[in-house]
Every structure is written in C-alpha cells, then in structure tokens.
C-alpha cells in the first residue's frame, strides 16, 4: 500500500512538473520555462515581471524576452540599451551578458554581435574592425548609437568556435554592444531583427 502511494506521489509530482505555466502579460509560457516552482522546470526559469517577461543573467541583470519559439527552443531577449548620448551599454558595470554555464540556456549561433566604443586593443581580437563592418552602418544610421559614432567598433558572427555563455564589454575594451538575429545587411538599419537569440537544451 506505501508502495501505491510512493508511486502515485511521484507521478503526481512528474506530471506538476510538465504543466505549462500561466501566461505573462500576453506572452505564453511554453514548456519547459518556468515562472513558478509549480510549472515548467525549475533549471528554465524566467521571470514575469510588470506584465512582462524577462530572463535574469549570471550578473543580475533582467532582459526582456521578446519572442519565444519552443518548436526549436529558443527565446530572444533584448539588447541592453545604450545610455542616451554615451557609449555605454546599461549593463556594462556586469561586463555585459553572461549566462550560467550550469543552467540549459545558451547563445545561438545567428546571433550577429555589434560592438561599440571600442580600444585599440580590440584589434588583436578576431574581428571585423573594418570600414565596411556591419557596425559602422549601425553607428551611422542608428539613433541609439549616435553616441558611439566616430568611435572604433567591430562586430563578429557568433558561431561554435566562441563561448556560447557571454557576450563580453568593460572600459579598455568596447563599452557597448547590441546584437542582430539572422542578419540582412541589405536591409535598412532600422529593420533589422534586434535581439540575442538563446537556444536551451531540452530535458533529458
């Protein structure tokens, strides 16, 4: 009879475990991210806050999730905004985004990061530092970024080869930084698709 119970037990908690949580705002909530310890999975939280979603980085700092796909695992959450006439991202005093390397969450590979008010040290860098980068467009035509223009900058496309936790920035190296999911330079700068896209692995 204890056995019965055991075992009913934990199928009651597996099945809690697998329910989808609540709407944020008027944002789904798919499996397996969890607003809550009674749905979704704990290792895939987010957080619903002021009606909207948001994801909280290994430094603290809260992103707005903008769109999730649960069909290929992936959510994109938005750039940090740069600080009206700087050069500065907001989240530069963490030294930008990074994740926890113990949680299932990770930065994809169409991810086109731009980085601004760059040192000289960066050119050591494996980056596109060049006239042509696809940062100079940003600077140039952005509104956002009319604080960085005249500044080095560079932008590189993330891929497999990089760390897939962090997207790095700090004084003595580039002070700001946005990224571009699945870029189109022939489009104009204003459309293009903003955002860090991040890619969990399902559980097992």
């Not at 009674?38 to 979603?53: A, F, I, M, T």
């Not at 050069?87 to 991810?111: A, K, M, Q, R």
């Not at 960066?122 to 940003?138: K, Q």
């Amino acid at each position: 009879m204890e056995l019965v119970i055991f075992l009913l037990l934990v199928s009651v908690a597996q099945v809690s475990s697998l329910t989808p949580c609540p709407k944020c705002g008027s944002m789904e909530v798919p499996y397996p991210l969890s607003t809550d310890d009674s749905c979704g999975d704990p290792r895939y939280k987010v957080y619903c806050k002021n009606g909207g979603l948001e994801f909280l980085s290994a430094g603290g700092t809260y992103y707005e999730v903008l769109s999730i796909d649960p069909s290929a695992d992936k959510l994109i959450i938005s750039p940090p905004m740069i600080q009206n006439n700087t050069c500065y991202s907001s989240d530069l005093s963490v030294g930008g985004l990074s994740l926890d390397e113990n949680l299932p969450f990770n930065i994809s590979t169409h991810n086109t990061v731009i980085l601004l008010n760059c040192s000289n040290n960066i050119l050591l860098s494996p980056l596109n530092c060049s006239s042509n980068s696809f940062c100079r467009t940003y600077e140039d035509n952005a509104v956002e970024a009319r604080g960085c223009r005249n500044t080095l900058c560079c932008h590189y496309l993330k891929d497999s080869a990089m760390t897939s936790h962090r997207i790095r920035i700090r004084v003595g190296g580039c002070t700001a930084y946005t990224s571009v999911v699945n870029i189109e330079p022939s489009n104009p700068v204003g459309s293009w698709n903003y955002g860090i896209e991040l890619q969990w692995v399902r559980p097992s």
